[in-house]
């Protein structure tokens, strides 16, 4: 297994990253604006508009993995209406109670809790219409497990939305990004959450993330149909999309 570039032991992944966002959770938000100057806001916002959630009311059920802090089920609450459903779903423990408290004022509306595996999804078959994951996939060890447990918990007709990092293929920018990920953001890390190893992981994961030919690829093998995606900001992000037929 890897742990960003370092090879560690059968089942030792999970736990690293675990301790990652344990670290990380009480300043995660901050850190994600300082880290892309505020650009994980519009890259959010683009995920969301092409979900294009109903606006009238019908029990659309979002199921959110890796939801962390609840950024996107913030956002699909407040583009498709306090009634609908969300559900969001992460491993994390410490993150999961950074969402919590960003709920609690509107605790009828709240967004349902499950603490939970996305290789493993505590959740009944056929039952979303949809399942998004933001920033969430490169940290599983099974990728393949988890896109097969997203087609799982999808009902027929139901949508798969993927927001991650991903490859720049832009001449220049490709330089600059690489100069910034591997020198500045360890060093921000290090400053504002006092963890720069953390930060090193991350941008590590990045790079040893498939690029977005093939995670389409690995989209359509676990049976999604219509697999599609948009670069944003050069690559430097990408939204991926497929569809449960
Ligand atoms: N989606 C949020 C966002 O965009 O702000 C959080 C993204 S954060 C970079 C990654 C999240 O993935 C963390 O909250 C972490 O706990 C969670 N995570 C890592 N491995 C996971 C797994 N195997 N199953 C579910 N969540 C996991």
Not at 61 to 75: F, K, N, P, Q, Y
Not at 91 to 120: C, W, Y
Not at 206 to 215: A, G, H, L, S, V
Request: with cysteine; net charge negative.
């Amino acid at each position: 297994e890897q742990f960003g570039f370092t090879a560690v032991g059968e089942g030792q992944r999970q736990k690293l990253v675990n301790q990652v966002f344990a670290r990380v959770a009480s300043r995660y938000d901050l850190m994600n604006d300082l880290m892309s100057g505020g650009l994980h806001r519009l890259w959010k916002d683009d995920l969301i508009n092409w979900l294009a959630p109903p606006r009238t009311p019908n029990d659309f059920h979002l199921l959110d993995v890796a939801g962390g802090t609840g950024d996107i089920a913030a956002r699909f609450l407040k583009a498709a209406g306090d009634d609908e459903c969300c559900t969001i779903c992460d491993i994390s423990p410490e993150m999961l109670k950074v969402a919590q408290k960003r709920f609690s004022d509107t605790p009828a509306h709240a967004p349902r809790i499950v603490s939970g595996d996305a290789a493993n999804l505590p959740l009944p078959d056929e039952t979303m219409d949809a399942y998004t994951i933001a920033f969430g996939i490169r940290n599983v060890t099974e990728i393949d497990k988890a896109l097969s447990e997203a087609y799982r918990v999808l009902k027929t007709g139901g949508r798969f939305l993927c927001l991650e990092f991903s490859h720049v293929d832009v001449p220049l920018l490709d330089t600059i990004y690489d100069q910034y990920s591997f020198k500045a953001i360890p060093v921000l890390g290090g400053l504002v959450a006092g963890d720069s190893e953390s930060y090193k992981y991350l941008v590590e994961s990045i790079r040893n993330f498939p690029d977005q030919e093939d995670f389409s690829t690995m989209i359509g093998d676990a049976g999604f149909a219509q697999v599609r995606y948009r670069n944003l900001t050069g690559g430097i992000a990408a939204i991926h999309s497929g569809w449960k037929l």
